[in-house]
């Protein structure tokens, strides 16, 4: 077995687009995501299946915690 987990990472919507803001105004930033993007991609997600969602590692990337998430890794690849 290969171990893995599936990231879902998320943030207020206001501090996306802010951090959206920021990205662009860096001179070689080579992401052509932008506002539209966000916008698409939070109309067309799909919930995980039950499968699927047994592997999901929650991040809220407002506060991320280094040590929180390894030890969270660590608890599903032992379970799988």
Do not use: Y
Request: net charge negative.
């Amino acid at each position: 077995k290969i171990p893995f987990v599936i990231l879902h990472c998320a943030a207020e919507h206001k501090l996306m687009e802010e951090r959206l803001e920021q990205r662009a105004l860096k001179e070689h930033e080579a992401s052509e995501a932008g506002l539209a993007v966000l916008n698409r991609q939070e109309k067309i997600i799909e919930p995980l299946d039950e499968k699927e969602a047994q592997w999901v590692i929650k991040i809220n990337t407002e506060h991320f915690n280094e040590s929180i998430f390894l030890d969270k890794f660590a608890e599903l690849n032992k379970s799988g």
